[in-house]
Nanobody, 125 residues
């Protein structure tokens, strides 16, 4: 069993940066997959970034590569999402997710077993 709790969301102006955090509790192994997804009002949940808990195999949504960075702090059991040059289109609820499996890092909702409650990010233009 894995529990995920996100934090760090808020209201920022366009062009600002923001760092989200996700505390992971329960048993974890290096081959677990950790990911960030987001869901804007009226839209489906979409993939943002993912990595293995060991820190390798990072994978990003093509449209966000270069602005967003996923990283892990194993000592604190925390996964971060550093977001830069934020735009109004980045406004969404951001979710942390975990997959208890090996293999290639996934980018679809169905590949993840556990989800956090989400944290709201609002970017004003």
């Amino acid at each position: 069993q894995v529990q995920l709790v996100e934090s760090g969301g808020g209201l920022v102006q366009a062009g600002a940066s923001l760092r989200l955090s996700c505390v992971v509790s329960g048993r974890t192994f290096d081959w677990y997959h950790l990911a960030w997804f987001r869901q804007a009002p009226g839209k489906e949940r979409e993939f943002v970034a993912a990595m293995r808990w060991s820190g390798d195999s990072q994978h990003y949504a093509d449209s966000l590569r270069g602005r967003f960075t996923i990283s892990g702090d194993n000592a604190k059991n925390t996964v971060h999402l550093q977001m830069g040059s934020l735009e109004s289109a980045d406004t969404a609820v951001y979710y942390c997710a975990a997959a208890i499996r090996g293999g290639p890092v996934g980018s679809t909702v169905d590949e993840y077993n556990y989800w956090g409650q989400g944290t709201q990010v609002t970017v004003s233009s």
